[in-house]
């Protein structure tokens, strides 16, 4: 008996992480993925919401090891071209540069300073490009989006937290850093010693509720698009498998409607790809900024 294309079984195992691609059988069909580990899972949760901890190699590793590899093939040859002096000509190597001084004049700089944001420039720009071609490789088929996977966005935000740590703790010293978490008042010695704790608790589970958000934001957007995505294109399995006949009218009328709805989805998901990298790297830079200039 076929499975149900609408099922949400079905519908979130073609947007999650897993260890297999499932490709056109042209294409070679089901692919499994060699792995080097073959015992039991580190950690097993109770919750089938939270997948157990092992040391698998998944499709999403793969995407990343992809994505972080165009990235080098594209930036080491610019950075050669630049290096001496010389102009980057083209229209590719224009189009970069004009991201790289968009990111620096438009993003680092407000958010941080003059002064300092030219230091953070390597993180932000390998953010925003890792995050954005992490996006488009989720709109190739058969392929998903690695930023659609908690790991993955989690980790993105625990480096900014790391970032925002080590500069904050540069800039005023370690103790300082989580002293300015607190901002001056002029309190009676009575009230201060009680509001005192009680806002730097509240400043710190603050900070890390906004890297929290930073990364359930990339995810959330990333995993619904794709999953909506795959509704619209499940309908046309759906309807095929309710007529005898693939020129019945319905079928003919629902197809055509979900392919026009998923070819616009398409482009809205390739705007929200751009949207998500630049909202994640200025966010990232606007976390850096209040830790370098806390007042």
């Known amino acids: 008996m076929a499975h149900d294309p609408l099922s949400p079984d079905h519908l979130i195992g073609h947007v999650k992480d897993a260890t297999y691609f499932d490709l056109p059988r042209a294409l070679g069909g089901h692919v499994e993925l060699p792995q080097i580990y073959h015992g039991s899972p580190l950690y097993t949760p109770s919750s089938n919401l939270i997948e157990a901890f092992d040391l698998k190699i998944t499709k999403f590793m793969v995407l990343e090891v992809v994505a972080a590899v165009l990235i080098m093939l594209v930036a080491i040859p610019l950075a050669n071209k630049i290096a001496g002096g010389r102009l980057a000509k083209g229209r590719l190597w224009n189009a970069l540069e004009s991201v790289l001084l968009f990111i620096r004049d438009e993003v680092a700089r407000p958010a941080i300073g003059h002064h300092d944001a030219d230091k953070f420039l390597p993180y932000l720009w390998t953010i925003f490009f890792f995050v954005l071609t992490c996006n488009l490789l989720g709109m190739l088929p058969w392929l998903g989006s690695p930023t659609g ?46 509001l005192k704790p009680m806002m730097f608790v509240i400043e710190v589970v603050g900070l890390l509720i906004k890297h929290f958000v930073l990364a359930v934001r990339l995810l959330a957007n990333m995993f619904a698009g794709h999953l909506v995505l795959g509704v619209l294109v499940a309908f046309v399995a759906k309807i095929a498998l309710q007529v005898t006949s693939y020129s019945d009218p319905m079928f003919l009328g629902v197809s055509g409607a979900s392919i026009l709805g998923a070819v616009g989805l398409s482009l809205l998901e390739l705007f929200v790809a751009f949207l998500q990298a630049y909202i994640f790297t200025f966010l990232s830079a606007l976390f850096i900024g209040s830790a370098v200039h806390p007042h």
Request: glycine content about 14%.
């Open 149 to 194: 996977a908690f790991g993955v966005t989690g980790t993105l935000a625990l480096l900014t937290f790391g970032c925002v740590i080590a500069a904050g703790s540069k800039k005023m010293g370690f103790v300082g850093f989580w002293k300015a978490q607190v901002p001056h008042m002029d309190l009676p010695v009575v009230l201060a010693v009680f």
